[in-house]
């Protein structure tokens, strides 16, 4: 091994062999942080070796850089200056991956606090570096079991971290380092928040691990822990103030570091790779197994805190909920409107008549004006019926001559019964239609029930009046069922004698005809009506209708889907604001995990899949509530509900999307965050 030393030093193992190369070997360690334009040299020309074996504390007192040192003897910073080797392979020049690597096969970590995963049972914790390296489920168990019961602790097994004390709780640190059975062990301040009993009982552990063979450095500030080691070294202001060993010191190998294939060799020597040859199964088999252990930690980290996951849920099942119904609803009603007028397609003709030659007295097909007469006797032709419409803004209908004009947004419409029965209404009192015909020479309405509501009409029959253009007008019947025209529930049907003063805005024949005949109506009907002047008169063909279709259910899809868009928009901002608060909140876990070897991808995927999941579960529970949502609106419409499943599936899709989107700003800063820092924020 190019520059190991095999001098004497006495602090080793008995069985460790004298020509063994150093596990630690530092040269020259510098480490300065820039802040601005000044610099703070943490730590300078720090020199000494550490061998197999030794039982060694790091004292100093606060600010000496006893922390900046344990990171860079742990590979969770890099020096500035000098080079450093462990376990014969220089790691200034070793990838990210392989450092999370080693860190994980080969060093354990204790920190003043436990770090423990409170949610989790102790078995889980001293698992979870096995999990990281992709163990199997019974290898975790059995190891967890075996290290727990070494420290004494094997009837806490299933306990969650929550319910053990303090000094139980670096015990299962304790177990989570060394479960991978690595060469160095690096407790920072181990003992630092336990009682006196505590602190000895963890530093007897540690001994008992050394004598196992196991490499120990503990980093202090208290003179007694320290005392208790083989060998103190002592830092002062970032320089070795004393060490015992300084035979140890670190031999001139600067000029092996040049060697570019470094970071290869810790693959390729056999001997600085054991723990490699212990792990079992295919790269592919373990892979495989990380990502289905990184997947349970993300779902046990959503039933850990359920307040907000319940939030999240919610915020994700409106989102997809209202997309969901959106597009059910608008498929519904495109499908009710094609319906309707596929059918008028079918049996429907209408014509647009000028309406500046037609008095409103004159305007009752049951005194027919001679068109009408014309009409009825065309062939194919069943029935028509005349209908005008009015300005609502003149006849300001209201239920009192004091009140204001109610807010009526419907049809006003001037018509006999034969306007009635061609639509099909359905009116109650069943033969009030008749008294809309002029020869009953009454100021009469009958309303659609939402016209009602709006007026606030409750009721029909003898005394209940409205006002029309400031005239009362007696309100005679309901319409029940608005037949082929649903719009016929918000339309006041006046009398021509309600209408007496108002103006007709258009006059409208309906046309109802043979099925089949409407083509041939059509072209027959402007000579009928009109013979002076046919085109005075518009037909409004199948066509025609079924642009008015698409119209129709384009708009409403687009603004409904709009709508619901902007509720996924709103959703996926909460979840991302959540993540990211809950990454923030969960710094020292994530640090942890990355100091016991997680990679950046994974935690990256850790947050991901957390995403994905809240997502995916907001998707399923938004997709049940949307569909309820279509159900309910087409009972309330009357209408025949379109439930397409594909959408059931485009809305669990578009809310597991939307979960990843909303979690990868928090999950890539949760990648990007520096273990050392985190580690004792
Ligand atoms: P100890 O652990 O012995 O108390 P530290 O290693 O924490 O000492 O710190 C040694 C010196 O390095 C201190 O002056 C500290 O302010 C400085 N230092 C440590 N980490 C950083 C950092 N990330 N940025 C700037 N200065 C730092």
Redesign the pocket.
Known sequence: MPGGSTSVTGFWSPGVPVSEPPLLELAGIG?S???GSST????RDISFNIRRGEFVGII????????????ILGLLDSPTAGAYRFDGVDITDLGENDRDRVRNEKIGFIFQDSHTLVDETAAENVSLPLKIRGATMGERRRVARTELRRLGLGHRQGEAALNLSGGERQRVAIARAISTHPALVLA?EPTGSLDSASSAHVIDELRALNTTGTTVVI?T?DRAIADRTDRCIE?LD?RVAADPSVDSRAETWTAARAKPDSAAAWVDAPASAPALEKRRGSTCARFGRRLLAEAFDAISAHTANLGRTVLLLAAFSLGVGGLVCAMGVSQSAASQVSDQLTQAGLDEVVAQVSASGIQLQDFDSDSPLPTHRTVTELQGVIGAAYAARVQTADARPRLLRAMPAARFDGDILVAGPAYLAIQNAVVWPTNAGRLLSNTWHGAVAILGKDAAAAIGVADAGPGVRIWIADQPVDVVGLITAPGRTPLLSNTILLSPEAAVGLAPEDARLIVRTAPGMPAAVADALPPAISPGNPPAVTVETVADLRQLRHGVSADLGILIALVSALLLLLACLTSAVAMYLSVRSRRPEIALRRAIGASRASIWRLFTVEGLTVGLGGGVAGAALGLMAVVTVCAVQQWTPVLDLRIVFVGIGIGAASGIVSAVYPATAAARS?P??AI?A
């Open positions: 480490r942080f820039r802040a703070t040299h943490s730590l100093g007192p606060s600010g000496a850089g006893k922390s900046t040192l344990l990171n920072d980093i500030h830092l970032g520096n050392a820092l004792r």
